[in-house]
Antibody, heavy 117, light 112 residues
Framework: QVQLVQSGAEVKKPGSSVKVSCKASGGTFSSYGFSWVRQAPGQGLEWMGGVIPIFDTAKYAQKFEGRVTITADESTRTAYMELSSLRSEDTAIYYC??????????WGQGTLVTVSS | DVVMTQSPLSLPVTLGQPASISCRSSQSLVHSDGNTYLNWFQQRPGQSPRRLIYKVSNRDSGVPDRFSGSGSGTDFTLKISRVEAEDVGVYYCMQGTHWPLTFGGGTKVEIK
């Protein structure tokens, strides 16, 4: 069974950066993509971007372009999402999710990132 | 970006009664490969989303058969034939045909 285990909650100051990890177990790693989706408190789901490990390429939603970096390390089966220049509006739960062929089939447990001075 | 519009925003339902959620896209979700990449997710309170349906009408393993998906082009529906207490949560449609992936705003299903 595929499992995506994310790193723990973070509290960050405005203007700083956060890096969240997502370790995959079960299934193949490289032939899937890994997306990052965030959910602000009481709000819906928002796709931020994704990476395909086998191609080592990432794509980002325009809203986050320049501020987010998504990478994957095949040797450790881990995907990462780094978000910089944090502001209070970035307070949210960040989910990693496995994607391929127009769908997301597995989700991580979510990582709460709180941005507060 | 493709805009996904769900209705209603909130859906109070009596236990054992049917429920229906609509999802409309701002452009056709038929991919050049012939597939339609429309997905439905359930998010129970305090949990991560869980996929229920992919490619319009394919139910995931372990998903009760009271859940069904239908539709084509730009107009899609998720139906619950008889709502149970465990179905409470927010339901999202998501399109994967066009980049970037986009989600509907969600429909909250609650028990009357």
């Amino acid at each position: 069974q595929v499992q995506l285990v994310q790193s723990g909650a973070e509290v960050k100051k405005p203007g700083s950066s956060v890096k969240v990890s997502c370790k995959a177990s079960g299934g193949t790693f490289s032939s899937y993509g890994f997306s990052w989706v965030r959910q602000a408190p009481g709000q819906g789901l928002e796709w931020m971007g994704g990476v395909i490990p086998i191609f080592d390429t990432a794509k980002y939603a325009q809203k986050f372009e320049g501020r987010v970096t998504i990478t994957a390390d095949e040797s450790t089966r881990t995907a990462y999402m780094e978000l910089s220049s944090l502001r209070s509006e970035d307070t949210a739960i960040y989910y990693c999710a496995r994607d391929r062929l127009g769908t997301i089939d597995f989700w991580g447990q979510g990582t709460l990132v709180t941005v507060s001075s | 970006d493709v805009v996904m519009t769900q209705s209603p925003l909130s859906l109070p339902v009596t236990l054992g009664q049917p429920a229906s959620i609509s999802c409309r896209s701002s452009q056709s979700l038929v991919h050049s490969d012939g597939n339609t990449y429309l997905n439905w997710f359930q998010q129970r309170p305090g949990q991560s989303p869980r996929r229920l349906i992919y490619k319009v009408s394919n139910r995931d393993s372990g998903v009760p058969d009271r859940f069904s998906g239908s539709g084509s082009g730009t107009d899609f529906t998720l139906k619950i034939s008889r709502v149970e207490a465990e179905d409470v949560g927010v339901y999202y449609c998501m399109q994967g045909t066009h980049w970037p992936l986009t989600f509907g705003g969600g429909t909250k299903v609650e028990i009357k």
